[in-house]
T-cell receptor, first 109, second 112 residues
């Protein structure tokens, strides 16, 4: 079966760095996406990785290792507004997105 | 219209009633999707459409139907609502180059 695993909840301090991990087992791989979802709102696109390595976009970076079925989202200089759920999704061989259940990130002052 | 809109924002529905959730996009994306999101389960695909005139079943299609008469609109119909269909429903469309999906604001549906 297809499976995306990510931690249910994480807590971090304002100004710090946090890494949210995602492991996957899917039928085929056509890219991995990270989305941010604030409570009561829609998911919004953060990053897309299809090749191994690190993609940096401001305070956020995303890493992919296809051989390990592993990705992480790195958030630096955490701000209170970063409190949200972070969703990992993999595009399978049918070009459908398979979604993880999301990681709720709590930022403390 | 900018992006994707959904209507209604929220709805309380009696079990057995018929309900159509509306979704419209103005980005000329070919592909559109309907998801439901329940606490602890993540997003689950109900139905999708790769292009106008075609539709397909996702992971949880039972009790739902869709149509795609044109590029912009992708309504989702619950023929006879049941309490287990209480959920938040998101419509999305995707860019055909990377497959990145963009989401509407969601419809919160409660079936009593």
């Amino acid at each position: 079966g297809q499976n995306i695993d990510q931690p249910t909840e994480m807590t971090a301090t304002e100004g710090a760095i946090v890494q949210i991990n995602c492991t996957y087992q899917t039928s085929g791989f056509n890219g991995l996406f990270w989305y941010q979802q604030h409570a009561g709102e829609a998911p919004t696109f953060l990053s897309y990785n299809v090749l191994d390595g690190l993609e940096e976009k401001g305070r956020f970076s995303s890493f992919l290792s296809r051989s390990k079925g592993y990705s992480y989202l790195l958030l630096k200089e955490l701000q209170m507004k970063d409190s949200a759920s972070y969703l990992c999704a993999v595009m399978d061989s049918n070009y459908q997105l398979i979604w993880g259940a999301g990681t709720k990130l709590i930022i403390k002052p | 219209i900018a992006g994707i809109t959904q209507a209604p924002t929220s709805q309380i529905l009696a079990a057995g009633r018929r309900m159509t959730l509306r979704c419209t996009q103005d980005m000329r994306h070919n592909a559109m999707y309907w998801y439901r999101q329940d606490l602890g389960l993540g997003l689950r695909l109900i139905h999708y459409s790769n292009t106008a005139g075609t539709t397909g079943k996702g992971e949880v299609p039972d009790g739902y139907s869709v149509s795609r008469a044109n590029t912009d609109d992708f309504p989702l119909t619950l023929a006879s609502a049941v309490p287990s269909q209480t959920s938040v429903y998101f419509c999305a469309s995707s860019d055909s180059t990377s497959g990145t999906q963009y989401f509407g604001p969601g419809t919160r549906l409660t079936v009593l």
